[in-house]
């Protein structure tokens, strides 16, 4: 805005807040044909030393104008010492944000056009209470699959992409990328062009099986598609999906784990729903409903919010709503009984390792040869 001093873009997520940096210069420079008049500082510190030279060298650019005369454009990229970190609480990383706020309170718009870029932030703080106030802002949602990430941001992302290459992603193709990669934005942004450039000039649909073919399980432990085909209980799907796993040479133990880790999320889904505590709503599990059955749950499961497969309420409820779709038809008894075979299967394995794939074939068939 024309009558802000400077402009500052923040959030949780730094790929998506320097990708908005990097767009958001590119704009202010526009026309600038004066390379010494477009500046960059690194603001990324491990330390309060760190911290200072950094906002020394902010300083200096701001102070110093172009050799030619003109207006001088300034971007402090990266910055990380506003967070709620041991170098961001520190008593010398404090002074440092008040002679910065200083600095940016003081700058001649006219002379020099500034852009702020910051990740992660404390907005608890008076440093950013004063930017809200002060500059041209932007805050930018975490688009991932934490609880407190917004995973609307992350689905924008991908059909901002998608309409850059001008092609079109399927509801289910979006969910099941999202999965695939971990809800990690680089790696979405990355699979979106390799999906995008598969499907050629002419453009299209990216369809959930194109996803599935191209799009590798990304992070470490969790083998999406056996997981997947077994939870949508394809007793077929799931049969071929273990075949690829295998004979991608991968292992049994690491493939158990993720079955279970979803098995104890839906029986923990299943006993609240079954109970009434939690509802569904239009768009998912019910929002009010949720944050009612962590309070009333927080003596057993603890305020932690560090992700846990043993605790419900750690989980991003968008996920949860996307998992609650397999529980409809299932009882809790069958759902013990899944985690019952998966502790066979494991006990199996250690006594057979060289038949790791006949035991899980056997395992998917016990849990979904009724189904």
């Given at each position: ?7 500052f ?15 958001r ?37 701001v ?5 030619f005369?003109?207006?001088?454009v300034?971007w402090f ?9 041991v ?5 010398g990383t ?10 940016l309170g003081r ?25 809200e ?19 609307r941001?992350?689905e ?6 998608c309409a850059?290459f001008?092609?079109?992603i399927a ?13 990690n ?5 990355e ?26 399980d990304?992070?470490?432990?969790d083998?999406f ?28 133990r690491?493939?158990?784990?993720t ?5 104890r ?16 709503g239009y ?10 059955a ?6 057993a499961?603890?305020?932690s ?6 605790n419900v ?8 709503g ?17 985690q ?12 057979h ?19």
């Amino acid at each position: 805005m024309a009558d802000k001093p400077f402009t500052f873009i923040g959030g949780a997520d730094d790929f998506l807040v320097e990708r908005a940096g990097k767009e958001r210069f590119a704009r202010m420079t526009e026309g600038v044909e004066d390379d010494l008049a477009k500046e960059i500082v690194d603001g990324y510190a491990n330390n309060v030393g760190e911290v200072e030279k950094a906002v020394n060298q902010f300083v200096q650019a701001v102070d110093t104008l172009p050799m030619f005369g003109g207006k001088k454009v300034v971007w402090f990229k990266s910055v990380c010492f506003l967070a709620d970190s041991v170098t961001g609480r520190a008593e010398g990383t404090l002074k440092q944000v008040e002679r910065l706020q200083e600095v940016l309170g003081r700058l001649d718009p006219a002379s020099v056009s500034v852009l702020v870029t910051a990740s992660p932030v404390d907005r608890r703080r008076s440093f950013p209470k004063w930017l809200e106030k002060t500059a041209d802002i932007q805050w930018l949602a975490a688009a991932g699959t934490g609880r407190n990430d917004d995973p609307r941001a992350l689905e924008d992302l991908v059909r901002r992409e998608c309409a850059a290459f001008g092609v079109e992603i399927a509801p289910n193709a979006l969910a099941l990328l999202t999965a695939k990669v971990n809800a990690n934005t680089r790696l979405v942004v990355e699979e979106v062009r390799k999906l995008a450039t598969y499907l050629g000039k002419e453009g299209g649909v990216i369809e959930e099986a194109l996803v599935a073919e191209l799009v590798p399980d990304f992070g470490e432990g969790d083998f999406f598609e056996a997981a997947e085909a077994f939870f949508s209980r394809d007793l077929a799907w799931t049969l071929d999906a273990l075949r690829r796993h295998f004979f991608a040479g991968h292992d049994a133990r690491g493939l158990i784990t993720t079955l279970q880790n979803r098995n104890r999320i839906l029986i923990q889904l299943k006993t609240l729903l079954d109970a009434g505590e939690i509802r569904m709503g239009y768009r998912g599990l019910d929002k009010t409903t949720f944050e009612q059955a962590a309070r009333a749950h927080r003596e057993a499961f603890g305020d932690s919010e560090t992700k846990s497969h043993f605790n419900v309420f750690t989980q991003n409820l968008w996920y949860l709503g996307k998992l609650s779709d397999g529980v409809k038809g299932l009882t809790l008894r069958r759902l013990i009984d899944h985690q019952t075979e998966f502790i066979r299967a494991f006990e199996r394995i250690l006594t057979h390792p060289n038949e790791q794939e006949e035991v899980m074939r056997e395992t998917a068939i016990r849990c979904l040869g009724e189904s």
